[in-house]
């Protein structure tokens, strides 16, 4: 998205609002900051007085009355402007806030890599060891083939450390874990095989970089040449713990699972409340009616989802059926969020994001194996 920043005047491009900080600006910083895109064809940044402070068109095509003119971000978060000549067939492109592709944040979803060989077309891929959240469009992002925990005792047994040539793991300082300075690239291989909460790393100029999951921005690029990538691959299936039964399949007061609001607190009340029945005991019989008709509610929840009932759990309730999207795209929330592997756990930018539809909520890996 496009935004002239209210609290610094800023122009910004970035793949999310709020949780993004921006893969381009424009540094015009103040107050009262405009964008105009004028009848010559020309885009430029005025100030409160309409002084042109930063041009962004450089040439146009002239006299500008002979052409169409647009301007548009493109599907791979390039804001470009283009020419048409009324008596032609073509649009010609005549600026662009970045050359090189793969440049925009998270082109290729969670776990993907963008590579662009020829710095003019980009394509998706999953990282080593993922895949694709959907067959159909690997821009959707990937999932971890086996979800492992590499914190668990003698996990080291259970994963490798692949390389991957003129790679990079693209991140603000946020986005790294820490920094090693002056290794080799074996010995930042090291380093991540035993930092268990660092699942990749890039290593250039002798400074090993360990990086947060989730991997959102790993791109393979003119730009990262000379780059080495190391990321962390399962070699063998962890054993799954099983799924508890549900307990009983009674009807209950579908408000108890899910407050339906317009606001984003009653949200997060309900996934921090599913959050709490799935590690205090106690409070799994919140919902309790009587000694004998007892609810685990994740539980049940888990096994609707797998077996493609999700409707069972509000069939009685009408209200809730007839806004039943949005109440399936809460649930899947409620479940990551109370995922087994804490790895895969989002965080509460990415919770956010996935309420708001910004990104794509797909079925936790534990249960969508089990589908």
Not at 53 to 71: K, M, Q
Not at 225 to 250: E, M, S, Y
């Given at each position: 998205?496009?935004?002239?920043?209210?609290?610094?005047?800023k122009m910004v491009l970035s793949a999310y609002r709020f949780a993004d900080p921006g893969y381009w600006l424009a540094d015009t910083q103040g107050a009262n900051r405009s964008l105009v895109f004028n009848p010559s064809g020309f885009m430029y940044i005025v100030n409160?007085?309409?002084?042109?402070?930063?041009?962004?068109?450089?040439?146009?095509?002239?006299?500008?009355?002979?052409?169409?003119?647009?301007?548009?971000?493109?599907?791979?978060?390039?804001?470009?402007?283009?020419?048409?000549?009324?008596?032609?067939?073509?649009?010609?492109?005549?600026?662009?806030?970045?050359?090189?592709?793969?440049?925009?944040?998270?082109?290729?979803?969670?776990?993907?890599?963008?590579s662009s060989p020829d710095n003019e077309t980009e394509t998706c891929n999953c990282l080593p060891g993922h895949t694709p959240l959907d067959p159909d469009n690997v821009f959707k992002g990937c999932r971890p083939k086996t979800v492992m925990n590499y914190c668990a005792?003698?996990?080291?047994?259970?994963?490798?450390?692949?390389?991957?040539?003129?790679?990079?793991?693209?991140?603000?300082?946020?986005?790294?874990?820490?920094?090693?300075?002056?290794?080799?690239?074996?010995?930042?291989?090291?380093?991540?095989?035993?930092?268990?909460?660092?699942?990749?790393?890039?290593?250039?100029?002798?400074?090993?970089?360990?990086?947060?999951?989730?991997?959102?921005?790993?791109?393979?690029?003119?730009?990262?040449?000379?780059?080495?990538?190391?990321?962390?691959?399962?070699?063998?299936?962890?054993?799954?713990?099983?799924?508890?039964?549900?307990?009983?399949?009674?009807?209950?007061?579908?408000?108890?699972?899910?407050?339906?609001?317009?606001?984003?607190?009653?949200?997060?009340?309900?996934?921090?409340?599913?959050?709490?029945?799935?590690?205090?005991?106690?409070?799994?019989?919140?919902?309790?009616?009587?000694?004998?008709?007892?609810?685990?509610?994740?539980?049940?929840?888990?096994?609707?989802?797998?077996?493609?009932?999700?409707?069972?759990?509000?069939?009685?309730?009408?209200?809730?059926?007839?806004?039943?999207?949005?109440?399936?795209?809460?649930?899947?929330?409620?479940?990551?969020?109370?995922?087994?592997?804490?790895?895969?756990?989002?965080?509460?930018?990415?919770?956010?994001?996935?309420?708001?539809?910004?990104?794509?909520?797909?079925?936790?890996?534990?249960?969508?194996?089990?589908?």
């Open positions: 998205m496009l935004e002239m920043q209210s609290f610094d005047g409160s007085s309409n002084d042109n402070i930063y041009s962004l068109t450089r040439n146009i095509s002239t006299p500008a009355e002979d052409y169409y003119h647009r301007a548009t971000i493109n599907d791979h978060g390039n804001f470009q402007q283009f020419v048409h000549h009324k008596n032609g067939s073509n649009w010609t492109l005549v600026w662009s806030t970045f050359d090189e592709p793969c440049t925009a944040n998270s082109i290729c979803g969670v776990y993907g890599m963008c005792e003698n996990s080291r047994d259970n994963f490798t450390v692949e390389l991957i040539e003129d790679a990079d793991f693209v991140s603000d300082t946020l986005g790294d874990l820490s920094h090693v300075d002056n290794v080799d690239m074996e010995e930042c291989k090291k380093a991540i095989i035993d930092d268990c909460y660092s699942l990749a790393a890039s290593w250039a100029n002798s400074t090993c970089r360990k990086k947060r999951t989730p991997l959102v921005n790993a791109k393979k690029s003119v730009s990262t040449k000379g780059i080495k990538a190391l990321i962390k691959v399962p070699i063998k299936v962890p054993i799954n713990p099983d799924i508890p039964k549900p307990t009983n399949k009674k009807k209950f007061n579908s408000r108890a699972f899910l407050e339906i609001g317009s606001i984003i607190t009653a949200i997060l009340a309900f996934l921090f409340g599913v959050a709490a029945i799935h590690y205090n005991p106690a409070a799994q019989r919140f919902i309790k009616r009587n000694e004998e008709d007892d609810l685990f509610l994740p539980g049940w929840v888990v096994s609707c989802v797998i077996s493609g009932n999700l409707e069972t759990v509000v069939s009685h309730d009408p209200e809730v059926l007839s806004d039943f999207e949005r109440f399936e795209r809460m649930a899947m929330v409620g479940l990551w969020c109370i995922n087994p592997d804490p790895i895969l756990r989002p965080s509460m930018n990415k919770v956010v994001q996935m309420l708001e539809g910004t990104l794509e909520v797909g079925i936790p890996p534990l249960i969508h194996d089990q589908m």
